[in-house]
């Protein structure tokens, strides 16, 4: 059974979540949730909330935390915030503020009564 977890534009930059998932991918979820509360990094907290998310998700189904494994972790684009920053001469530089969608999937088996 798949269980999901999606936290949507996160306010931190794709590529810097990238890099903190691509360290808890291959872990069980309960590893992972020890690796990532000791990484020292702004992007493991909005994962590590996610991660959560979708254990509390597999509890309220009935899953064995022993059998759960991460099946996948996407990090996607979310929308961009188009700002701009003063220049000389009364000229501006746009950048843009990147989000992220945050996808969580995980695969378990039922407890059985």
Known sequence: ?????????????????RLVAQSVRRLPPIQ?????S???RRASRPL????????ANAKNMNLKMENLQLKS????????LKRFRPSTRGRTHP???RTTN??????GEEEKK
């Open 48 to 55: 590590l909330k996610t991660l959560e998310n979708a254990i």
């Open 73 to 80: 972790i996407d990090i996607l684009e979310g929308r961009s």
């Open 38 to 40: 000791f990484i020292k």
């Open 95 to 97: 950048y843009k503020k």
């Open 1 to 17: 059974m798949e269980i999901k977890a999606v936290s949507n534009n996160v306010g931190v930059a794709p590529r810097k979540i």
């Open 102 to 107: 945050i996808r969580i999937t995980l695969e």
């Open 32 to 36: 992972a949730l020890a690796t990532l």
